[in-house]
């Protein structure tokens, strides 16, 4: 088995075993939540006082594991008491009630828990009250810009950045190469078809699937725009789409549940708090989300760029909100612990009103957090502008904000 090691994700993982809590990794189909276990599953393997049970419910040779009951025999059968066991189960929302079965393992001293699961609401309901907080998720996204070089071979550069933006971070594409646009997007609708089949229309017991697809066409044609649930129900309408509020509120939550997007509250900068208006969406992959808009639209760098710097953010441990300043709005404030950046991304600069948009939005801001613009301009590097440095996309997708 051919596995790339990820050690952001794994060095995390490592420093979890042990604790005494269950480790959910959480993430988009595809986005390499099972690499991250089997490579787990691998080192452990190597290890001579560790038993590992390991469940791939994505496999049919484990189809016989449904519900609750059938894990708990299957693992008794394989406990040892003398050894370190870990019960890693991959895709745990397929076993019916997985929770009841879960609570006999969990706090055992010799026993650690890891599963994965492409749906959020496995953290919702009998799993987060019979744990009461004695669980930590780990999510996975795609590859990041450098690992994404690596899967692929790529030396960094023009081309390399384009097939990023192109295609996407999903680390199932390595088999087929970057060189064949019609593989890779039968490789995308695959992908695409069993998160909106198996995590949505399945789990959500979806009845209205055309207006599902729509919405999500049109959020993935939206990236970065504000949206409620009042302008999408009427720009539906105004499509001949009549549905009610309460059916975007359910499809919507469903979507984001589904880890196809992410919902990004605004925040008042002025007032320090959050506002529960107008979200903005960004997708887990642009890959995926390149091939729901298809043709032309697919191409538009600026929405990609936004959504690549979200994503990255994240991934560098922020929480991500939408500024608000009085009427200005600010891409991303991004806090993690006591820091705070603020951050414009912009596809090219090289216009005076975009210069004066991209840096002036972030001048009104008075408080000494570092702010940044993010932008793939050519010749404009690393540059500060009134104390706003600007840094170029990739540099940041490699660095942060170093």
């Not at 097939?163 to 695959?190: A, H, S, V």
């Not at 919507?252 to 880890?259: L, N, R, V």
């Not at 001048?363 to 404009?380: C, R």
Request: charged share 25%; proline share 3%; net charge negative.
């Amino acid at each position: 088995m051919d596995i790339v090691s990820r050690p952001h994700y794994y060095s995390k993982l490592e420093k979890l075993l042990g604790k005494g809590v269950l480790i959910v990794l959480t993430g988009q189909r595809r986005v390499g939540k099972s690499y991250v276990m089997k490579e787990l599953v691998a080192r452990k393997q190597q290890e001579p006082e560790a038993n590992v049970i390991y469940i791939d419910k994505e496999k049919t040779a484990f189809d016989f594991i449904a519900t609750y009951k059938d894990l708990v025999v299957y693992i008794d059968e394989r406990l040892d008491k003398s050894m370190h066991n870990y019960i890693l189960i991959d895709e745990v929302q397929e076993i019916e009630e997985f929770e009841r079965g879960l609570r006999n393992y969990y706090n055992e001293s010799c026993v650690d828990v890891v599963i994965t699961g492409s749906n959020s609401d496995i953290l919702s309901g009998e799993l987060a009250s019979m744990l009461s907080g004695r669980y930590i998720e780990v999510f996975i996204q795609g590859l990041s810009y450098p690992e994404f070089l690596e899967f692929h071979g790529l030396e960094d550069g023009e081309g390399a950045m384009n097939k990023y933006i192109k295609y996407g971070g999903l680390p199932g594409l390595r088999p087929f190469g970057l060189d064949n646009p019609e593989t890779i997007n039968d490789y995308l609708q695959g992908v695409y078809n069993t998160i909106l089949v198996k995590d949505i229309i399945r789990r959500k017991k979806v009845r209205n699937v055309p207006f599902l697809e729509n919405l999500i066409r049109f959020i993935a044609d939206s990236i970065g725009k504000p949206m409620s649930a009042t302008s999408i129900q009427n720009y539906m309408a105004s499509n001949e789409s009549d549905v009610s509020k309460n059916l975007v509120l359910k499809y919507m939550k469903a979507i984001t549940e589904a880890y196809l997007s992410t919902s990004v509250s605004r925040y008042n900068i002025h007032g320090k708090r959050l506002l529960e208006t107008n979200e903005k969406f960004y997708f887990g992959d642009v890959g995926i989300r390149n091939f729901i808009v298809g043709g032309r639209r697919a191409d538009d760098v600026e929405k990609i760029v936004e959504n690549l710097v979200y994503q990255h953010m994240v991934r560098l441990g922020y929480e991500v909100h939408v500024g608000l300043l009085y009427s200005t709005e600010i891409d991303f404030v991004g806090k993690k612990g006591d820091e705070t950046v603020y951050v414009q991304a912009s596809y090219l600069i090289t216009e005076e009103k975009t210069f004066k948009r991209e840096f002036g939005n972030l001048l009104p801001i008075k408080d000494n957090y570092p702010k940044y613009v993010i932008s793939m301009t050519p010749y404009m590097d690393a540059s500060n502008w009134e104390g706003i440095i600007h840094i170029p996309l990739a540099d940041f997708l490699k660095k942060g904000f170093e």
